[in-house]
């Protein structure tokens, strides 16, 4: 099992950045592909950002494309979101994910609790 929290959120003005990490814990964590989901008030759970087991392969939603990067370090048992140019529209709770890579996304098996970001216009 592997168990995940969240931190780096905050309040931060259009066009400026915040980094998101992700501690686990378990001895499992580097045979996990790993991402980032957010979930915006009234909306559906959409993904963000994956990453392979290795950091080879990284899928990006288009929404976030060119603004975003996801890594990972599994020396360290964490996964970062580093997001820059945020928009008000970034708004949401992040979570983070360890799970299987299918279709260019992350299906997500462990979850974070979530850590909140806010981007004011």
């Known amino acids: 099992q592997v168990q995940l929290v969240e931190s780096g959120g905050g309040l931060v003005q259009a066009g400026g950045s915040l980094r998101l990490s992700c501690a686990a814990s378990?001895?499992?964590?580097?045979?996990?592909?790993m991402g980032w989901f957010r979930q915006a008030p009234g909306k559906e759970r959409e993904f963000v950002a994956a990453?392979?087991?290795?950091?080879?392969?990284?899928y990006y939603a288009d929404s976030v494309k060119g603004r975003f990067t996801i890594s990972r370090d599994n020396a360290k048992n964490s996964v970062y979101l580093r997001m820059n140019s945020l928009k008000p529209e970034d708004t949401a709770v992040y979570y983070c994910?360890?799970?299987?890579?299918?279709?260019?996304?992350?299906?997500?098996?462990?979850w974070g609790q979530g850590t909140q970001v806010t981007v004011s216009s």
């Open positions: 990453i392979s087991w290795s950091g080879g392969v990284k």
């Open positions: 994910a360890a799970g299987d890579l299918y279709k260019q996304v992350l299906v997500g098996r462990h």
């Open positions: 378990g001895r499992t964590f580097s045979s996990y592909a």
